[in-house]
């Protein structure tokens, strides 16, 4: 949770952004190899600043204040989950196109029905203790997610395992076990699901905790939580040392189970948005993020030894309209709002060619993405006529009457975010020229939300979603959700569209499933529940001396971290 | 004397319940609470529901404040929502990072403050008083944050002097006496920055006071005995112009907690200040009680503090 990313939609993003590193796809070798990320490299690494150039054994990212949470089952930001991955592995991870790949689990097999995923750890695994991991680790990790005490924000990678309900509510401690967690033997562990999910594979990549060092009684899960200081993995890096606020060090794991990692130390360092690029231009930092904004780019680039990794951000920005409401309701009201709001100028006045028009809830990364759609090109003229037709008429004043109501929209936006500056003066003209009145109404990142999901009281509003690598909507867009604190906010309830989601959920079969999406990505795409606004792009700028990195939108700098190096200079 | 602190230490239990209340109540009334931020389809209503109940957020505020009212006697403050740690160790680690960010602004400010409070109010009208007049209100007006960025761009960026952030280089181990110096030279930017905002405020009070105190007959008296100017002021005047100015350090105790937001913020000094806010942003009950509460108590034993000096720097007055 956290509103605190300085991306796009700042404040909102990041309440989603959970583990950037887990996420969905299919195991498949369907999804074809295509570079995700594009790569601005130095211009002359030899400008390299002297610090940076004597550090040779320390690799220093800056990063957001994490919240200290440094657990597997417990990590709710970016940051946070950053220090999980370099201390603990999971059972599997994933590549940059965003397929699961083997990690601890050498292999899975999911069984005919889709209901059972069988791992086969890799042996000789050892924790950073000595101990080894076995599948007794495995099993004590996700059990202590199901545990009635647990507090953090993972239950829905266990809630949908057979005896989950009975485990979790048995508080007198009755039910010793999560009968859908079999192990089978010392390498073998099976997972059981009442019913079938595809996207389920992916809730197997959070790190694997040692039962000797984490273990609890049932139903109090405090001795756990008291080491969130003290993390023990299996992952290439230990945990040295943590200044809240400040740093944090790691030192390699030399026993790491996939060979001793090249960087001696890496330190985490805070940085914030308003000084990141004088961090990385004085050489304080080796790895940073970057904001999508050209003028913040133009600076990296002119330091010549910085590279800038730039690629498409799974996430969308989005415009959300409450289809209980009359004016609404009708799709060529919203049709019509569509082309009658002049995203492409929008998308260039604010990012300048740093972000591009959205026009389907999924992010151009994912394998669901299809570009076979209506792009809703700017367009008054059809969308005056698309209002007529709906019966809203023009009337002296120059705004749309019907049934003598005027056509007006209360819009509650959030505040602290530079991209509602930029679009509220542009879509309050674009529409009054269409004869429709907006009014926009500021408010804080948490009143807004629980406005719009709590209580559902809104006309519209607008934030954005930061995607899992699985595509499957049914968390968002799905019918159950229109509740309230649903997500199903805008209440969309199309039954084409429930079907196809349910189908895609239960479809283990990767070309099918796509093909489903495709379907379902061009019905949302007509119906518009959502305006779609925006994508952009995350960068990221790395050192000239940091080679192996590999950043993309499903895979961040810790991503295979034990073969990245540093590396002496030269042109 | 002993009786009059008693008595006063005593007052303060009832005041800060009454605080206590309030506080409660205005962070209740916010919209939302520590779950509604959480946008998220991995945290779907029914699991966000499930962790209010245990987080007691699914009943009435005064049941709430019950539950916190009757831990908070016995000691425990209860757990942070956001760090998912006990309030009191989440405090402890960011508070006295800005402690020893206010305390070295404050003795600073001190140091300067008062000789130029003094010399403006001894040459008044005079160019050095205009001088440290608009000096005064520069400081007094210039934004923490476009002067912390400024900073960082000449001394930091272009000329390489101090580092850009934090509080000490990064993976440094030293203690003692080196770590004392890492960590001031990390700290110098930052104390510039808030020691210009509070010097002007007490440089004006110091003038003020003392420019009441140089037209008393006693100032004369002494002038007429023949006492050297500098005997003058800096004996007799001046130690009866600071008896008001002690009253303003009392109530600085607060301030010297209380971590300061915007600087902090943009020299990652690892305070309390951003802490607070973030704490706001989640509403973190918790969190926000135990540092409002600490932060009340410290104004009302600051407030005792500067009466007690007050006392006994100056024998006219008598506490009862």
Redesign the interface.
């Known amino acids: ?4 990313l300085a991306s796009l939609a700042a404040g ?1 993003l990041a ?2 952004m ?1 583990f950037t590193s887990c996420g969905g796809g299919q195991k498949t070798t369907d999804t074809s190899k295509k570079d995700v990320a594009e790569v601005i490299k130095a211009t002359d690494p030899t400008k390299l600043p002297e610090v940076s150039k004597n550090r040779k054994d ?1 690799l ?1 990212v800056g990063t957001t ?1 994490p ?3 440094f657990n597997p089952i ?1 990590s709710d930001s970016v940051y946070d989950s950053w220090v999980v991955s370099l201390v603990f592995d999971g059972l599997i991870s994933n590549d940059e196109q965003g397929n699961p790949t083997p990690l601890i689990a050498k292999e899975w097999k999911i069984s005919e029905d889709g209901k059972t995923y069988t791992f086969t750890l890799n042996k000789g695994v050892k924790f950073s203790d000595g101990q080894e991991l076995t599948a007794e680790d495995v099993a004590f990790t996700f059990t202590a997610i199901c545990d009635p ?1 647990y ?6 990678a266990v ?1 949908s395992l057979v005896g989950y309900k009975e485990y979790n509510e048995d508080k007198e401690g009755k039910v010793k076990e999560v009968a859908g967690i079999k192990v089978i033997d010392k390498y073998t562990i099976s997972f059981t699901l009442s019913e079938p999910k595809a996207p389920a594979i992916y809730d197997f990549a959070y790190g694997i905790m040692p039962k000797h060092v984490y273990n609890f009684e049932k139903g109090n899960i405090k001795p756990l ?1 008291d080491k ?1 200081l003290q993390p023990v993995g299996a992952g290439p890096y230990l945990f040295k ?1 943590y ?5 944090i ?1 790691f030192e390699k794991n030399k026993n790491y189970w996939r060979g001793e990692p090249k960087i001696a ?1 890496i ?1 985490m ?4 948005a ?2 990141v690029i ?2 990385l ?2 050489g ?1 930092v080796d790895i940073d993020r970057v904001a999508s904004k050209p003028e913040q780019l133009d600076l990296v680039k002119k330091a010549e030894f910085l590279d800038i990794y730039s690629y498409p951000a799974n996430s969308y920005g989005y415009i959300g309209w409450n289809l209980r409401d009359e004016k609404f309701k009708d799709k060529k009201v919203r049709q019509a709002l569509a082309y009658g709001l002049n995203r492409a100028g929008f998308v260039q006045a604010y990012f300048k060619g740093l972000g591009e028009v959205c026009n389907a809830p999924v992010s151009k990364v994912s394998w669901a993405y299809t570009d076979e759609v209506n792009k809703y090109e700017y367009n008054v003229e059809k969308a005056n006529k698309l209002l007529d037709e709906a019966g809203w008429v023009k009337k002296e004043d120059g705004y749309r009457y019907k049934d003598g109501k005027k056509f007006t929209i209360h819009w509650m936006t959030y505040t602290g975010s530079k991209y509602v500056e930029a679009l509220t003066p542009i879509l309050i003209e674009n529409w009054k020229q269409i004869g429709v009145e907006v009014i926009p109404e500021l408010m ?4 807004l ?3 719009v ?2 209580e559902q009281k809104f006309e519209m509003y607008n ?1 954005a979603w930061s995607l ?1 690598i699985d595509p499957d909507p ?3 867009f799905s019918i159950e ?1 229109d ?5 199903n906010s805008v209440g969309w309830r199309n039954d084409e569209s429930e079907k196809l989601i349910k189908e895609g959920l239960k479809e283990t079969d990767m070309n099918k499933r796509k093909e489903i999406y495709h379907k379902w990505v061009k019905l949302a795409n007509e119906e518009l529940p959502y305006l779609f606004l925006t994508y952009s792009k995350d960068n990221y700028a790395v050192s000239a001396k940091v080679k192996g990195a590999r950043l993309s939108p499903f895979t961040d700098w810790t991503y295979d971290i034990h073969k990245v190096e540093l590396v002496e200079v030269a042109k | 004397m002993r009786q009059y602190i008693t008595r006063r230490l005593l007052q303060m239990i009832p005041v800060l319940i009454g605080v206590s209340i309030l506080i409660f109540l205005i962070f209740q009334a ?3 609470d520590a779950l ?10 029914e ?5 209010r109940k ?2 007691h957020l699914d009943e009435p505020a005064i049941v709430q404040y019950k539950y916190w009212v009757t831990n908070a006697i016995k000691g425990n403050f209860g757990e942070s929502f ?4 006990p309030v009191g160790k989440v405090m402890n ?2 508070i006295w ?1 800005s402690f020893y960010l206010s305390l070295a602004s404050f003795l600073l400010s001190v140091l300067i403050a008062i000789p130029i409070g003094v010399i403006s109010a001894t040459r008044q009208y005079s160019f050095l008083d205009y001088f440290f007049t608009v000096f005064a209100l520069i400081g007094i007006s210039m934004p923490s944050f476009f002067f912390g ?1 400024l900073l ?2 000449w001394f ?2 272009d000329a ?1 002097i101090f ?6 280089t ?2 440094s ?1 030293a203690v003692g006496f080196a770590k004392f110096k890492d960590v001031m030279y990390h700290m110098t930017l930052p104390l510039i920055v808030l020691t210009l905002g509070s010097v002007a405020g007490l440089m004006r009070y110091t003038r003020s006071s003392m420019l009441e105190v140089i037209r008393q007959d006693y100032v004369r008296t002494a002038r007429a005995k023949g006492l050297r100017e500098k005997v003058v002021i800096y004996k007799h005047a001046l130690r009866n112009a600071l008896i008001p100015v002690v009253t303003i350090f009392g109530m600085w105790l607060p301030g010297l907690f209380s971590g300061a937001m915007i600087t902090e ?2 020299f ?4 309390i200040g ?2 607070e806010l ?1 704490a706001v ?3 973190d009950y918790p969190l926000l009680m135990g540092v409002n509460m600490l932060l009340a108590f410290l104004t009302l034993l600051g407030n005792l503090i500067a009466d007690v000096t007050y006392a006994l720097v100056d024998p006219r007055i008598r506490l009862k």
């Open positions: 949770m956290n509103k605190k909102l309440t989603m959970l320390t220093i204040a919240s200290g949470k417990y005490s507090d953090g924000p993972r239950t829905d809630s939580k969130f040392n200044k809240a606020g400040q740093e060090v130390n330190i360092k805070v940085t914030n308003n000084t004088q961090e231009t004085t304080s804080e990142f948490g009143t939300a629980q406005k999901y709590d934030m899992s049914s968390g968002i959700q509740k309230l604190g649903g997500f | 916010a919209p939302g509604t931020g959480m946008v998220d389809p991995k945290m779907s209503y699991t966000k529901q499930k962790i245990q987080l956001y760090f998912k740690q680690t960011y990072n960025l960082i761009k930091a960026v390489h580092p850009v952030s934090g509080m000490m990064p993976g181990t913020a943009i990652n000094w690892p305070g951003p802490i973030l942003n989640n509403r």
